[in-house]
């Protein structure tokens, strides 16, 4: 079908390394078939995807492709949309390969193909694509790279094309990116014009198309941008050159900075390229990176990016819980960075976190009917905000309600793309066996090097439940080894396997067995309800707690409280009264109460009061209240409401 | 000299209510001659005022009123900053108008002249006057009401001019501001353009000119413009109309919200207009603003607005001291409103507010050397961030250091205006006497209705020191009324008059005597370092305390620490060891000492530990240490550091 030779198009996975210690598996190896993640993917291919089809025709960023609009008057006018609304489409395409890939719907291949078809159109003849630059009225190419985007868009025309590639196999879109790739590494390569673009994911992008076509170039190119970001090229803007990683060199950098977004893009990248280089530096660098942020800029939810002004990471523990930022697509590109670094190193604090950011931020973007979305993903809303009303896109990021699409709509199809391809992070392969990094309830079918066959079921109702049970299906005979990630939180976990019980600690709890077909592994987590504290520098925190369950961050919601009872005014008891898991028909079902007290503050006129104890409440009313905790992606879904993650005691 | 006749202009007063309990005393009735805020005034004068027509003049900001520059290419270019470039210059000129008055600088008054004829020059001859629209190539007048500014620039002309009316007489930057002023009328009046500026400050400016001129169609067009507000007349935009306080009308608003500083200069204006026109309801609607604002949205340096990205006021309680944003604008904004609401009601709580405002953001602002600036004051610096160098304007306005110009610079000549004229904020006068607000040292000279004249020097080292001392210097008589504050933090003050001396307590003391010529009034507060608690609704702060000095907000800065104690990991003692008052040579000195432990906070991979009880740094190291705490306005006058007015116990 392509002249194009595309390798390893059967796998459907994001992401492939040449080397490293564990193989991801894709879409034709694992299967997620029911539970909390099923609902989600459902959700998204039934209403999601066609709600954002529509918007991106109704906001005319699709027709921005065609030729009547791209050369339209002449005068620049007719273009939709910001610099970056042709990412969007590209985002959306991905996520439909993936989908496709995922429930073989013939009406969306349909439909991505008939797309592919209109953004060939408006490729020019030097493979140049892009509907805000370079053609008539409108500013010339590339005379932007701080906040252009050109390069930006072509990086997730490549992560789609890739998508579709790994899932398909080289189609009209592959050859647009194609020439896309070529004409990038024409003009920016080491003979070119020596720039870089303001929003990474070029990087990554090129990445991939290296490692799907098997060229050296596009993988010498995604390098060249790595190795240029961080000398000063692009201008100093009002929020500094650290906002799009342009102050430190990324294999100096200790620490993520700047806008949460383009950080995470761009470490994805550098994971890729030192990955296929075999480049052990700047692998360790972005490891590091990582871990600092992971234990100083990161919100219990695994919601990175404080600030709102600039989207970026504040200093060390300055993660104030009203007014988080935790950007939706942060936690895409967080997603996407652990997953690399897992499979790159093995080690499974990776997708601990992986699995915190699928919980807390990804599923808690799109409401309930996948219809609205966060963009912003607060950890504290002190008043009920109504949101927009559903035929309005929202002008403004941050509120306390989902917005059915955006302005800058960049959060909506980085969902999408995520859940529709969600299969595809949750387990692994090395030579000796299967590594197991999230429970879905699913299937699991691969091949070792050797030719083993390793298949098993998945079933659970987790995380409501911390009970997952693991039901061997393939007939190989010889041995193989089952690793299962015991999450950090679960102290006292269990695994029972051929009627021994056996504790396991966090971390992988690894069975190496002649597993027979029907034999049954049985996984226990103590999901119960638990409390948290916080590292005493994460200031605006002290003197509170969290309620976790499992992976889920729980929240109080004021839809939950008795009448006159504010969240702002109360105090919860230091021992939790956690209830028995109570899993629900409905995902805003509280899945734990603790006891608390309503306290009833003195509106002072001045709320900076002397002696010292007064702000203990120790003259104030004070009774009991029971205070029932739902996950903390499961708010805003009963209308405007408040609602707290850290709990004052 | 001028064709306009020019109402009392002896008095130099920023604010001249035509009704009300208090009449203001000017600078003709006020003097400051030494202690803190002479220093203040003598630096203003001989540095930041300097400084700023240096940086007007390099900016090109002065020279965009300049002929050929205005009509230069008619291509639009030419135009130097930002579209409220010209605001500066009026800024500028209002603090050269005040300063010639208190000094008498003849250069100073030579330099504003001039200045007028340049400004002069660039007024159309129907009074329009901007330089960025209504010009060949640039935008059309009044094409950009939401962003434009061309109101806002004019609000800052008529101050200007009304300050040099009030100090000198009419003249030809009075004459620049009659047309100006005239324009807006036919151009906004009832039968013109039915909009309003994004930016207000045209409404107080107007009112002042009214009162100025006794002219009613000026206070007419300020009250049309207060009422215009509120009705969505302007753009919804990405911050919503409460950004430009268009969402709700003013005389129904029941908190400022949105751009800190809109809200003040709008709440300002509208004062003015209900004073001038007896409209208790408005009067009565913005004094409950201001009540619910410093209840639940102000800092405890009296510092207004926490966001960054909007600049503008949080939802109730959400103050975090990080990346407090704090405008100096809004402190100055503050003061404005605060004087007119103590002017109209003789409440001394508004008198508290202005004397937080003035040391803990105003004198906070610029360098100790007049020659750096804050634009925001955060209360928490968890990082010493280098300043940019002499030579370079600040593209940022949030930083851990001062800078020296700014892109947007409206703060340095804010404060220049404000420190200028500081004496008109000092004292009053009702028919039987003079209220005596601000503790400067100085004197005032005054006569009351019926004639009888009062006269007193204050001397005093307030705020390091809490005695003040008033001698009576006038010849009068018959007896009058001595009214003296007492701030509301000032539990155990006392006064000592003729031998006696007595309790007094928060609010107004006041001795009507025949006072003699020599006697003197010992007025003692209780200044010594105290402790300080939060709203626990201030989740921010929560498990903190603060220690003030009197007015002054104390914090910690890195500069007085030992090497390798850092300020994030140091808990204080519950109890203040505070020392005695430690006046200092400079202003950095430490005016208490508290005793703090040093605690070493385990870096964790993961932030968020369980069980609860590790974020009380049970198992850490701890050792005491002495910290020392010094004056909030004077810190980061050392070089880059940490600070933090908010101590964990």
Chains 1, 2 share one sequence.
Not at 452 to 461: I, L
Not at 547 to 566: R, T
Request: proline fraction near 7%.
């Amino acid at each position: 079908m392509s002249r194009h030779p595309v390798k390893d198009h059967a796998g459907g996975r994001p992401v492939v390394p040449r080397s490293g210690p564990l193989r991801p598996l894709g879409l034709g190896e694992v299967r997620i078939t029911g539970g909390f993640w099923a609902r989600r993917q459902r959700t998204n291919a039934e209403a999601t995807l066609p709600h954002i089809a529509y918007w991106l025709e109704r906001s005319g960023w699709i027709a921005n492709f065609d030729p009547d609009r791209l050369n339209g008057a002449g005068d620049g006018s007719g273009h939709a949309g910001r610099e970056f609304a042709d990412s969007e489409i590209y985002k959306f395409m991905e996520a439909a390969a993936w989908e496709v890939a995922r429930s073989g719907d013939p009406a969306l291949d349909a439909r991505l193909t008939a797309l592919a078809d209109r953004v060939a159109a408006a490729q020019d003849d030097d493979g140049y694509l892009n509907t805000a630059f370079g053609h008539p009225g409108r500013p010339p190419r590339y005379s932007d790279l701080e906040w252009g985007h050109e390069l930006y868009c072509y990086g997730h025309l490549l992560q789609a094309a890739v998508a579709r590639a790994r899932t398909h196999g080289g189609d009209r879109l592959f050859e647009v990116a194609r020439r896309v790739a070529d004409h990038v590494c024409r003009t920016f390569g080491p003979a070119g014009i020596a720039g870089l673009c303001g929003h990474p994911v070029i990087e990554t992008g090129l990445a991939e198309f290296a490692r799907v076509t098997d060229e050296q170039r596009y993988l010498d190119q995604a390098a060249l941008f790595v190795e240029r970001r961080g000398h000063a090229r692009l201008a100093d803007i009002e929020y500094g050159r650290a906002y799009y990683q342009d102050d430190v060199p990324v294999r100096s950098a200790t620490v993520l900075r700047g806008h949460a977004v383009r950080a995470l893009y761009l470490a994805s990248g550098a994971v890729d390229v030192a990955t296929e280089t075999g480049d052990t530096d700047l692998l360790r660098a972005v490891a590091t990176q990582w871990q600092t942020t992971v234990a100083r800029r990161t919100y219990l939810t695994g919601g990175m990016g404080a600030h709102h002004q600039d989207e970026s990471f504040g200093d060390d523990f300055v993660l104030p819980p009203d007014r988080a930022y935790s950007e939706t697509c942060a936690g895409v590109g967080s997603v996407m960075l652990s997953w690399r670094l897992l499979l790159a190193s093995g080690d499974p604090k990776y997708a601990d976190l992986i699995e915190r950011a699928l919980y807390n931020v990804i599923a808690a973007s799109p409401a309930l009917d996948g219809r609205s979305f966060f963009y912003a993903n607060t950890l504290h809303q002190r008043r009920p905000v109504p949101g927009p009303d559903a035929g309005t896109p929202s002008r403004r990021a941050a509120a306390g309600s989902r917005a059915p699409w955006y302005e800058v709509a960049c959060c909506p199809p980085n969902v999408a793309r995520t859940l529709a391809s969600l299969a595809a992070y949750v387990a692994t392969a090395d030579d000796e066996g299967v590594q197991l990094h999230q429970y879905i309830t699913g299937g699991v079918a691969t091949q070792l090097p050797d030719g083993r066959r390793v298949a098993f079921e998945v079933g659970s109702d987790y995380p409501y439940d911390g009970t997952v049970v693991i039901h061997v299906v393939g007939h190989e005979q010889r041995p193989w080894t089952l690793s299962l990630r015991i999450p950090a939180w679960a102290d006292g976990a269990r695994v029972i396997f051929r009627g021994e019980q056996r504790a396991v600690v966090p971390g992988v709890a690894a069975i190496t067995e002649s597993f027979r077909p029907g034999e049954e592994i049985r996984l226990t987590l103590p999901v119960a309800a638990r409390l948290t504290a916080a590292d005493p520098r994460i200031d605006a925190v002290r003197g509170c707690v969290a309620v976790e369950h499992g992976p889920l961050v729980l929240c109080a919601e004021s839809a939950d409280l008795p009448d006159g009872v504010e969240l702002d005014a109360i105090r919860v008891d230091i021992d939790p009264g956690a209830s028995d898991i109570t899993p629900g028909a409905i995902e805003t079902d509280a899945v734990a109460v603790v006891r608390a007290h309503r306290t009833a503050p003195a509106d002072r006129p001045w709320p900076y009061p002397q002696p010292v104890g007064t702000n203990t409440h120790a003259s104030e009313a004070d009774s009991a209240v029971e205070l029932p905790l739902i996950p903390y992606h499961a708010w805003a879904n009963r209308g405007p409401s408040s609602m707290r993650v850290w709990l004052p005691t």
